[in-house]
């Protein structure tokens, strides 16, 4: 049986290094528009039902992930996700504090998609990572924690990323099952931090990340 796999990034950060080249010369087929009138429908729907009345911190995030959904945090010296942590700091840095990278704070838009122009630009992309993650943690440092589900299939995988202090909620599946239960974990974790009145009065990045989860 095929598996699947899907990731979450709520922020619209997908790593600093990770690069999308693609061209939209098309119309939107009907199936397209049918989907976008769809989503904008159920996006509406939910805007409508959601109110600040329910809302949590990290901290209460962080134990609602253990005792409510079963998930088991990895040691936060460990190997794999400190190499995780230092690559989501460096995509936060780029984020958040831009001006600390001083000349790499910006790259130039990719202007050809000429094999020589790609590889320059992936190149330049490898330097922006490497300056962020060079910056020193007095100057900006982030609090990940991460998670997962374990499986008695070895092929199933299950991770939550939870980074507290800019609101950040990720994970990542593979395996028929674990996809499933990432939608759903992820739309708990959206639900039980919640936002505030004053985060839909001001359409914040909490307020779209828990519209954009429930509208999935």
Avoid: W
């Avoid at 009145?197 to 990340?209: A, L, P, S």
């Amino acid at each position: 049986m095929k598996k699947g796999n899907k990731t979450y990034q709520m922020n619209g950060e997908d790593g600093p290094t990770s690069v999308f080249i693609f061209e939209n010369t098309k119309k939107r087929t009907l199936k397209q528009r049918f989907h976008k009138i769809k989503y904008n429908r159920k996006k509406k729907r939910i805007e409508k039902m959601i109110t600040g009345e329910s809302h949590h911190s990290m901290e209460d995030v962080l134990a609602f992930a253990v005792n409510e959904c079963g998930l088991a945090e990895l040691d936060r010296d460990s190997v794999a996700v400190m190499e995780e942590y230092k690559q989501l700091r460096a995509s936060f840095i780029l984020q958040y504090k831009p001006e600390l990278l001083g000349e790499y704070a910006k790259l130039l838009p990719l202007e050809s998609k000429e094999p020589e122009a790609v590889m320059e630009y992936l190149e330049k992309c490898k330097e922006q990572s490497q300056h962020a993650m060079a910056v020193p943690k007095e100057l900006f440092d982030i609090d990940m924690h991460k998670y997962i589900k374990e499986y008695p299939d070895i092929n199933e995988r299950l991770d939550v990323v939870i980074e507290t202090k800019y609101g950040y909620i990720g994970g990542g599946a593979c395996g028929d099952k674990a996809v499933k239960d990432l939608d759903e974990m992820m739309i708990r974790l959206h639900k039980y931090y919640g936002v505030t009145q004053e985060d839909i009065n001001n359409q914040t990045e909490r307020y779209k990340n828990l519209i954009r989860t429930l509208c999935r």
